[in-house]
Each structure stands twice: as C-alpha cells, then as structure tokens.
C-alpha cells in the first residue's frame, strides 16, 4: 500500500559527527581539503579545528528526507545554504516539514541543528517524487 503524505508532516532524523566522519568522508569524496583532516590547519584558518565537509551535512538533509519518503531515488531537487560548520562530536537533528504538494511532487523545508541549538543549515528546500 503506497503512503500518502499531506501538507503539514513532520519528521526528524537525527546524525553524530563521530571524530573520524571529517576523515571518511575526505576518503569517500575525495575531499581532502585540510581544514577537515588536520586539526592545526583547521586552526590556523580560524576555525578552532576540523570541520565536517559540508557536502557530508547537506547529505544528511536529503537522507532525512529519503527515509521520510521511503526511496532515495525519489530525492529530485536539493537547495540548502550552509550557516554554521559542524565539527567532531556534534549531534545535528534535521527536522522536516512538507509545505507543498503538486501533482506528483512533494516539497520539504528541513532545518538543521546542533546541540547547541545552533543553525547548521538554513533554508534548505529538498523535493521529492511522491508518485
């Protein structure tokens, strides 16, 4: 029975920056900038530290939203703005809403906090395939 969604459905997906996720993901990507793999760089640049690739987050976002509607292959479009770095050992909670549906698509606005309470993504938009 397929699930059908209503404008309005919330959901909530939550991912911890372990202290080696900056390293796999330079391994999986191929970005091996350093501010994201070592810490004195990452310093030097201002930044207290390494930093998660912000590819790595915006992953995440459209991971929320493809558990949500149950298939990634459905994710059609993705548009986010990144506000704050995430670094090792933060918790990042991504919350969704569904603020529209036509036809066969289905549009999400996801926030993305740490545990500080603090914006790591702003006005991200991910639209899905519904049909």
């Known amino acids: 029975m397929a699930r059908t969604f209503q404008v309005g459905d919330t959901f909530t997906h939550v991912r911890e920056c372990d202290l080696y996720r900056p390293i796999y993901y330079a ?28 590819l790595c987050t915006l992953g995440w976002a459209v991971e929320a939203v493809a558990v949500f509607v149950g298939d990634p292959g459905r994710i059609r ?17 991504f919350e969704g809403k569904v603020t529209a549906i036509e036809a066969d698509r289905l549009t999400t606005e996801v926030t993305a906090t740490n545990q500080r309470g603090e914006a790591v993504l702003k006005g991200a938009v991910v639209e899905a395939s519904i049909g």
């Open 27 to 54: 391994g999986a990507s191929g970005d091996f900038n350093p501010i994201h793999i070592d810490p004195e760089v990452g310093k030097v640049a201002g930044l207290d530290g390494v930093i998660l690739q912000g």
């Open 77 to 93: 479009k993705v548009k986010a703005r990144f506000s704050r770095p995430v670094r090792p050992e933060d918790v990042v909670t």
